[in-house]
Nanobody
Framework: EVRLVESGGGSVQAGGSLRLACATS????????MGWFRQGPGLEREGVAV???????NYSDPVKGRFTISKDNSKNTLYLQMNSLKPEDTAMYYCAATPYVAATFLLKDSRRVRFWGQGTQVTVSS
């Protein structure tokens, strides 16, 4: 059983920063691709940033240049550094893991995700 536990969400004003963390029971340097997805009110879940089993990263257009995904293999933890936050970034953010899916495909299709965390809420006020 793969466990993913997110932390670091909260409320922040526009222009602020947050760093999300996902503690995982899988080895982050194993064959798992991992990423962050989000779901805003009334919206479908969408990919935000992923890092695949080969270390390749991919970002959705709305967050490029503002968000950075990274992982600490010594801690088996995935991170999402979010800068220059906007009100439209408000959503529940989910950590995701799945074996051997390339970053390009994983970002665009949440159905490829095998394991999900419980989510952490990010609220950005204007």
């Amino acid at each position: 059983e793969v466990r993913l536990v997110e932390s670091g969400g909260g409320s922040v004003q526009a222009g602020g920063s947050l760093r999300l963390a996902c503690a995982t029971s899988v080895l982050t340097n194993s064959g798992y691709s991992m990423g962050w997805f989000r779901q805003g009110p009334g919206l479908e879940r969408e990919g935000v940033a992923v890092i695949d089993f080969a270390g390749i990263t991919n970002y959705s257009d709305p967050v490029k240049g503002r968000f950075t995904i990274s992982k600490d293999n010594s801690k088996n933890t995935l991170y999402l550094q979010m800068n220059s936050l906007k009100p439209e970034d408000t959503a529940m953010y989910y950590c995701a893991a799945t074996p051997y899916v390339a970053a390009t495909f994983l970002l665009k299709d949440s159905r490829r995700v095998r394991f999900w965390g419980q989510g952490t809420q990010v609220t950005v006020s204007s």
